[in-house]
C-alpha cells in the first residue's frame, strides 16, 4: 500500500482525494517512462461516472504531452481494458473507475503489457513524481506530441472475444441482467444476445450520477424482485466497471462469489480442466465454502484480501480458478483480472451443460453465519501480538473446533482491526467476536467499535 495507490489503484473522492492534476501528472509519467525505447502506446477506458470524462482527457493530455500515444475506449469495462492491453501490444493500460463505490468517488487502475496490475515498483515511482521528488519529464514538442487515437473499436474486438469463449448456445435462456448504470451498460446486452440468450436489462441508463446507485453488486434487491416477477432462470449483477459479477438464481436467491467458485470449479473438476484440482480464495471466503470444497476433494489456497493477490497466486502456481466472495472471480485461461461477464458465461455453461438449476447447483454450499465487527486501536500490531488477545482467540479456535473460525484483520488505511467469526448460528459468531474484542479491551489496546 503507497501513498496514493492501493491494492486497487488510486481511489478516492473525485476533485478532492483525486484530482485532474494527479491524472495529468500520472499520464505525464506513464508517456514519459514507456517512451525511452518506441513512442509509447496506452491504452484508456473509462466507467460512466461524470467525473471520469475529465480524467480521460487530463490522462491523455499527460500521456501526449510527454511523446506517447493515447488511445480511448471511452465507457468499457476494467476486463476490456486488460484484454485490449495484452492483445493489441500496449504498453500498459489504464481505466478510470472506482469499481463499486458512488459516483462521487473516481479512480485511476494502472495495468502492465500483459493486462496485469501494475508492478508496486512502477506505482511507487509515479507516487515520488506526483510529489515532486522524481526525475524531471522532458515536454515534447514538434513530431515527437503524441496522438490521441478514438479506438472505439478495441471494444467490439473485446465482445466478439467474449461471444467466443461461451462452447454452448443460451438459446431458449431467460436471462436478467443487472448492469449497475456502469461499464457494462451496452457490452453485457451484445454479448448475451449474440449468445442466443432472451436477454432481460436493467440498469442501463446512465447518467453519470446513478452508478451503482440502489443497483448492481452491491444492492441485489432488485434484480431479486425482477428475476421473481418475470420467472426467469436466472439473473447476474454486475458493479461500476463489470470486473465482479454475482448471481440470483431462479427463486432470486443471492449466489455469491464463494458459490459460483464451487459450482465452476467441481465442473472443471469434473471435466478434467482443473490443474491440480485448487482453487484459490482469499481469507475471508466463507468457512461454508472450504466445507464443501472438503467434502468434493477439491483442495484451495488462501490470500491475502484483494483480487490481485488471488491472481499473482494462480499465476505463480499455474491455477485456473480463484476469487473472492464479492464477486471478484478469476478465470485464467481467459482473463488476467475478475470479469463479471467472463464469470456469467461460465457459470452459464455449467447450467447448460448439466441442465441443472442454479438453486440446485448452489445448495451444495452451506454458508455459515458471518458476524465482522471493525474496532478502533492503539496500535494494530501490538494489539495482535497481545498475549490476552492471542489467548482469546486460542479459546475461540478451540472450541469452535471444524465447526466456524475467528479471524483478525489489520485494516489497510485505518487504525483498524477487523475482528471476524463464523459459525453455526449467530449467536455463536457473536459470542466469539465479542470474546476477542474484551480483551483488546482489558489489555488496554482498545478505543473504538465502530457500529
Request: hydrophobic share 35%; net charge negative.
Amino acid at each position: 500500500m503507497g501513498k496514493y495507490f492501493g491494492t486497487d489503484g488510486f481511489r478516492g473522492k473525485a476533485g478532492a482525494d483525486l484530482t485532474a492534476e494527479h491524472a495529468f501528472k500520472i499520464g505525464r509519467f506513464l508517456g514519459w517512462y514507456y517512451s525511452k525505447e518506441h513512442k509509447a502506446k496506452i491504452v484508456i477506458g473509462k466507467d460512466t461516472r461524470r467525473s471520469s470524462y475529465m480524467y480521460e482527457n487530463a490522462l491523455a493530455s499527460g500521456i501526449t504531452s510527454s511523446g506517447g500515444s493515447a488511445y480511448l475506449l471511452h465507457v468499457t469495462t476494467t476486463p476490456c481494458v486488460s484484454y485490449i492491453t495484452r492483445t493489441e501490444g500496449f504498453d500498459c493500460g489504464i481505466m478510470i473507475s472506482a469499481s463499486h463505490n458512488p459516483y462521487f468517488d473516481n479512480g485511476i487502475k494502472l495495468m502492465n503489457g500483459e493486462g496485469e496490475k501494475m508492478p508496486d515498483e512502477i506505482q511507487e515511482l509515479i507516487e515520488k513524481f506526483l510529489d515532486g521528488e522524481g526525475e524531471t519529464i522532458p515536454w515534447a514538442t514538434d513530431d515527437k506530441i503524441g496522438e490521441t487515437v478514438d479506438f472505439y473499436s478495441g471494444r467490439n474486438r473485446y465482445i466478439g472475444y467474449l461471444t467466443g469463449i461461451a462452447s454452448k448456445s443460451f438459446e431458449n435462456c431467460k436471462v436478467a441482467l443487472d448492469c449497475s448504470n456502469g461499464s457494462a451498460w451496452m457490452i453485457g446486452r451484445s454479448v448475451f444476445d449474440a449468445l442466443g440468450a432472451k436477454s432481460y436489462v436493467i440498469n442501463n441508463t446512465p447518467n453519470g450520477v446513478n452508478v451503482n446507485m440502489n443497483c448492481g453488486s452491491t444492492h441485489m434487491e432488485g434484480l431479486q424482485k425482477f428475476v421473481r416477477e418475470n420467472k426467469l432462470d436466472v439473473g447476474f449483477a454486475f458493479d461500476g466497471d463489470a470486473d465482479r459479477c454475482l448471481a440470483v438464481d431462479e427463486y432470486g436467491d443471492i449466489v455469491n462469489g464463494d458459490a459460483i467458485m464451487y459450482i465452476c470449479a467441481k465442473h472443471m473438476k469434473n471435466k478434467g480442466i482443473l490443474p491440480d484440482d485448487t482453487v484459490v480464495t482469499t481469507i475471508m471466503s466463507n468457512f461454508g465454502l472450504y466445507k464443501a470444497l472438503d467434502k468434493i476433494g477439491l483442495k484451495y489456497e488462501k490470500t491475502a484480501v484483494g483480487d490481485r493477490y488471488v491472481y499473482e497466486n494462480m499465476k505463480e502456481n499455474n491455477h485456473m480458478i480463484g476469487g473472492e466472495q464479492s464477486g471478484h472471480v478469476i478465470f485464467r485461461k481467459y482473463a488476467h483480472t475478475g470479469d463479471g461477464l467472463v464469470t456469467a458465461i461460465m457459470l452459464m455453461e455449467v447450467l447448460i451443460e448439466t441442465q441443472l438449476p442454479l438453486s440446485v447447483l448452489a445448495s451444495e454450499v452451506k454458508m455459515f453465519p458471518q458476524v465482522l465487527k471493525n474496532v478502533e486501536v492503539d496500535d494494530k500490531d501490538k494489539t495482535l501480538e497481545d498475549s490476552a488477545v492471542k489467548k482469546a482467540v486460542e479459546q475461540c479456535t478451540e472450541e469452535l473446533g471444524d465447526a466456524g473460525r475467528v479471524l483478525l484483520r489489520k485494516s489497510g488505511t485505518e487504525p483498524v482491526l477487523r475482528v471476524m467469526s463464523e459459525a453455526e448460528t449467530y449467536k455463536e459468531c457473536e459470542k466469539y467476536v465479542n470474546l476477542i474484542i474484551d480483551a483488546m479491551k482489558e489489555s488496554g489496546h482498545l478505543q473504538k467499535v465502530r457500529e
